[in-house]
């Protein structure tokens, strides 16, 4: 196991296409795979009828929750007595999650440390199926059996800011990589509470001060948002220990609010910090803008350039105007940034999402809305797409370029 690496949480993961007849496997009650003996690096040699415990998830890019269920797998060599062949098998029992399997889904099967499995449905060709094959590296789809990774320590399973995020949505817990140095300075400056997410944004980047936004705009938002990830849970995680230290006595009511709030914090969290450390790397590179400014219908943009003065100002030319829209994930949101701003006909759209599909990645250049991502998530996306995508610095340089010429 290397901490911060994939290992520290799989020893081992297979994965496959579903084919139609083993879709039909899911949805019937014989639910027993034959030829998976690639899955003997996972499981080892069956020893009589190994049952382990299990978490069945199904994903897809429509529904905002999973569909996940508990259970177990059973894994046993149908030709245990036999003297010179073996003929291992995997046992599933029903669960919503396997009534939810189609043809061409992703099927994906990790060990866990602690013996237990998960095991991820995620629809074919969505975005999450692209992302968690893309978290687990596994492109080999050509034969019909599971391939299969054991070793889960390399540069690509290196734990990061994107990868942290595939993981919560399959239901991994991180273990954080706490800043123990900088939480007796956040509890001093902000005593024993949260400060809001712009104070917070702007202590994150205090603590990298070796980052300019001037030299490499991709790699600033990037150390920023992984930094304030980091600070984030090194604070929540001692304030959530001291509320549960005092409890909640009998007061139902008071947990489930606080509950509540934990993971209501968590989630809009990440999409304000990251327009908050947009501001601060278009004022370090003096690039003017107008945040949230109002356009048709009440419409609030994330950023309007050169601002949302001259946006109302008839005789400012309409190509002179740039709108970036900012979503730190995407799913069927972005279509939300189309009707922001009427003036402007080609969009930008901000986001931290990896491994888009291509249909959505299609329909976006359809609707003549222009992707931007920092550079190093754009290897997450398919060579064609990678050709079509921007970075942050080319966002930049173009928005520059219209400045001068005013």
């Given amino acids: 196991m290397k901490a911060g690496h994939l290992s520290q949480y799989f020893t081992g993961v297979a994965a496959k296409r579903l084919s139609a007849v083993e879709a039909d496997l899911f949805c019937s009650h014989q639910h027993e795979f034959n030829g998976v003996e690639a899955l003997m690096h996972i499981f080892g040699v069956a020893h009589g009828k190994q049952k382990f415990p299990a978490k069945f998830i199904y994903l897809n890019d429509h529904d905002s929750d999973p569909v996940v269920s508990d259970g177990f797998l059973t894994w046993y060599d149908a030709r245990e007595n036999h003297p010179t062949r073996t003929e291992h098998r995997l046992y599933f029992p029903t669960t919503t ?22 095991v991820v449905i995620a629809e074919g060709d969505s975005t999450i199926a692209n992302q968690i094959q893309w978290l687990f590296g596994i492109s080999d789809f050509a034969h019909p059996g599971f391939s299969v990774r054991e070793e889960l320590e390399t540069e690509q399973d290196r734990i990061a800011f994107a990868s942290r995020l595939i993981l919560e949505n399959i239901g991994v817990t991180i273990e954080e990589p706490t800043e123990e140095t900088y939480l007796d300075t ?108 109002v356009t048709e219908q009440k419409s609030k943009p994330d950023f309007i350039f050169p601002g949302v003065k001259e946006y109302h ?94």
């Fill in 186 to 293: 956040m509890l001093k400056k902000f005593g024993n509470a949260f400060p809001s997410t712009l104070q917070f944004s702007e202590y994150a980047r205090s603590t990298l001060t070796d980052v300019d936004a001037r030299d490499d705009q991709d790699a600033a938002i990037m150390a920023w948002m992984e930094r304030e990830e980091i600070l984030f849970r090194t604070l929540e995680k001692h304030l959530i220990a001291d509320r549960l230290v005092k409890g909640f006595g009998h007061d139902v009511d008071d947990f489930i609010q606080f509950s509540l709030s934990v993971q209501n914090r968590r989630k809009s969290r990440v999409g304000y910090a990251l327009e908050n450390h947009l501001q601060a790397m278009f004022d370090a590179c003096n690039i003017r803008y107008t945040r949230q400014g």
């Fill in 97 to 118: 999650v396997s009534d939810c399997a189609a043809e061409g889904d992703l099927l994906v099967i990790g060990k866990r440390p602690d013996n237990s499995i998960l």
């Fill in 313 to 406: 100002d008839s005789d400012f030319p309409s190509l002179q105007l740039t709108m970036l829209g900012v979503k730190s994930s995407c799913k069927d949101r972005w279509r939300q940034v189309l009707a922001e701003a009427n003036r402007i006909e080609q969009k930008h759209l901000l986001t931290l999402e990896t491994s888009i599909s291509t249909n959505q990645t299609e329909e976006m250049k359809s609707k003549m809305l222009q992707l931007v991502l920092p550079q190093s998530l754009h290897r997450t996306y398919t060579e064609n797409q990678r050709i079509w995508l921007i970075d942050i610095k080319a966002f930049i340089n173009l928005v520059r370029e219209k400045q001068e010429k005013k």
